[in-house]
């Protein structure tokens, strides 16, 4: 069974940073894409960040430049430091995983995510 277990979130300052972590099991993590979607308030699920099986990365518009994703196959854990960060990056993060191993966008609709990590950016 697919488990996802994201940490890290918490409440931080406009400008802030933050390092999100999410801890995966039930499968060979190295072989599959991974992914973050973002919620925020009364809004839909935003894709923000992938990282295909060969690490190669890709980033949101609204986030390029001040998101990181990486993994770390040695400890199943897929991680995104956040910085320059700002209110509109408020939201619930979860990781996701893909059906895929090469992928771009590593996120499908029938994508396995985690129970979310709140992320809220105020002064």
């Known amino acids: 069974e697919v488990t996802l277990v994201e940490s890290g979130g918490g409440l931080v300052q406009p400008g802030g940073s933050l390092r999100l972590s999410c801890a995966a099991s039930g499968f060979i993590f190295s072989s599959y894409g991974m992914s973050w979607v973002r919620q925020a308030p009364g809004k839909g699920l935003e894709w923000v960040s992938a990282?295909?099986?060969?690490?190669?990365?890709y980033y949101a518009d609204s986030v390029k430049g001040r998101f990181t994703i990486s993994r770390d196959n040695a400890k199943n854990t897929l991680y995104l430091q956040l910085a320059s960060l700002n209110v509109e990056d408020t939201a619930m993060y979860y990781c996701?995983?893909?059906?895929?191993?090469?992928?771009?966008?590593?996120?499908?609709?029938?994508?396995?995510r985690g129970q979310g990590t709140q992320v809220t950016v105020s002064s």
């Open positions: 990282i295909n099986n060969l690490g190669a990365t």
């Open positions: 996701a995983k893909s059906k895929y191993g090469l992928c771009s966008r590593c996120y499908e609709d029938t994508s396995s």
